[in-house]
């Protein structure tokens, strides 16, 4: 009989850990890895063994997003059992960021992202230092993965598991939803206890088109919204199981954020003779004072993630300034 046991992976960031789920099959099966280090692949090695099974016997490890702490350790599980490793098509250039002969590529896109927002030269170079250096010590290249593209099935032995796709949190995000139980394990699309901003990606254009990841997020809300789900099981903190309500929650957030952007806009529109608009950079520090280091960039994504929606509905232009784009509200 097909069981599936999460399996509570510690993390050295501020999210203590990642819920990652080990499906007990004949095709043994693990969702989400946690990063690469001693401890995640520890603790996923222990979680098997104690059902009685080993590592060693795994056979796929499907990946809800191209995010570190869920990819991280899946290179090395590969190079262990040989588990083919499934990741959506459009975060697999996400696998391959930290090759060598990616890694000045990736670079080069942090770094472009950074002076675009407006943050000086020297403080981009430490961000993207501490970005790129994070991302490889944080994940090994894998050498082969298996793109999905949504609705797929994986077949277990009395149990089926549908691929989802809820672009969003990064264009590749996927679900995986148990229809008959009504399960949905939802990676970082839909967690309880924390709003992640969408689109922690430099790179705002996926297979030539433009990737505009806030409108996606509520296109999968929606989506989501119209599944029989009972029980969400999150990439981090509870499982629980009142899924439109943490939609209504999110999408209340997004709505707010999106006034706080639209009134300190509204304070260079009114202000007399000042400067006409603002960076990426200056409207986070605004919403996000105490912001430092890493954060910086983190919260710069989530301000792009609204000015990216509030340009294409004409209510903000942009347009190159000294030091980066310069935001402002559109006359009228
Ligand atoms: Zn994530
Ligand atoms: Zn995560």
């Known amino acids: 009989m097909t069981t599936i046991h999460p399996i509570k992976v510690p993390l050295p960031f501020p999210v203590k850990w990642i819920n990652c789920f080990y499906v007990r099959d004949s095709v043994p099966t693990l969702i989400d890895t946690g990063i690469h280090s001693?401890?995640?692949?520890?603790?996923?090695?222990?979680?098997?063994?104690?059902?009685?099974?080993?590592?060693?016997d795994l056979r796929r490890v499907i990946v809800t997003h191209g995010h570190v702490d869920h990819m991280g350790l899946a290179g090395e599980i590969a190079r262990i059992c040989g588990a083919e490793v499934f990741i959506h098509a459009w975060d697999e250039s996400k696998t391959t960021v930290v090759d060598p002969e990616h890694v000045s590529e990736t670079r080069r896109k942090y770094?472009?992202?950074l002076q675009e927002a407006g943050v000086p030269d020297a403080t981009a170079s430490e961000?993207?230092?501490l970005v790129v250096t994070r991302l490889e010590s944080l994940c090994r290249p894998m050498s082969h993965v298996t793109a999905l593209h949504g609705d797929e099935v994986f077949r277990f032995d009395d149990l089926d598991l549908t691929v989802v796709h809820a672009p969003g949190h990064t264009p590749g995000s996927v679900c995986l939803f148990d229809a008959r139980r009504g399960h949905l394990y939802s990676g970082d699309s839909l967690?309880?206890?924390l709003t992640f901003s969408p689109a922690t990606d430099t790179d705002g254009t996926d297979n030539g088109r433009v990737y505009q990841s806030l409108t996606e997020c509520r296109h999968t809300?929606?989506?989501?919204?119209?599944?029989n789900v009972r029980k969400v099981f999150p990439g981090h903190g509870r499982a629980y199981s009142n899924l439109r309500e943490r939609i209504q929650h999110l999408r209340a957030f997004h709505e707010h954020r999106r006034c706080e952007i639209l009134s300190v806009l509204e304070t260079r529109r009114s202000a007399q003779g000042s400067q006409s608009g603002f960076t990426r950079l200056e409207l986070a520090r605004r919403l996000f004072p105490t912001m430092k280091e890493i954060e910086v960039y983190y919260r710069i994504t989530a301000v792009r993630a609204?000015?990216?929606?509030l340009e294409a509905e004409g209510l903000v232009s942009s347009t190159p300034?000294?030091?980066?784009?310069?935001?402002?509200l559109c006359r009228g």
């Open 306 to 309: 609204h000015l990216e929606v």
């Open 127 to 129: 961000l993207v230092d």
């Open 221 to 227: 809300w929606n989506r989501l919204s119209e599944l």
């Open 38 to 56: 001693d401890d995640c692949l520890q603790a996923v090695r222990s979680a098997i063994a104690a059902t009685g099974d080993a590592l060693e």
């Open 191 to 193: 967690i309880e206890e």
């Open 321 to 328: 300034g000294d030091s980066g784009l310069v935001y402002s």
């Open 111 to 113: 770094a472009l992202f």
